[in-house]
């Protein structure tokens, strides 16, 4: 089993900026993709950014340019800076990891609890 932890979310105004993090921890094998995923009040949950364990990244097309992900492989932790935040961002921001506990497994995705990101006008 793999848990995701997230942090880093919080209340921040219009234009303003916050950090996520994400540490996988548990029993870990090795770990594919981490990402980020967000689910607004109302809506589907949606892909915000995601980045192989070659630091390949992907991100929503509407966020590019302002949302950065980035990982560290040694500590099995993923990073989102989010800048010049506007009140459509606020959502619950989700982890996910595709990962293997062992070699022989399969692999499986995980999520954390999602963090909270508001953001006032």
């Known amino acids: 089993q793999v848990q995701l932890v997230e942090s880093g979310g919080g209340l921040v105004q219009a234009g303003g900026s916050l950090r996520l993090s994400c540490t996988a921890s548990?029993?870990?094998?090795?770990?594919?993709?981490m990402g980020w995923y967000r689910q607004a009040p109302g809506k589907q949950r949606e892909l915000v950014a995601a980045?192989?364990?070659?630091?390949?990244?992907n991100y929503a097309d509407s966020l590019k340019g302002r949302f950065t992900i980035s990982r560290d492989n040694a500590k099995n932790t993923v990073y989102l800076q989010m800048n010049v935040l506007n009140p459509a961002d606020t959502a619950v921001y989700y982890c996910?990891?595709?990962?293997?506990?062992?070699?022989?497994?399969?692999?499986?995705?995980?999520w954390g609890q999602g963090t909270q990101v508001t953001v006032s006008a």
């Open positions: 996910n990891a595709l990962a293997k506990s062992a070699a022989w497994e399969r692999w499986y995705d995980y």
């Open positions: 548990g029993s870990i094998f090795r770990i594919n993709t």
């Open positions: 980045v192989t364990s070659g630091g390949s990244t």
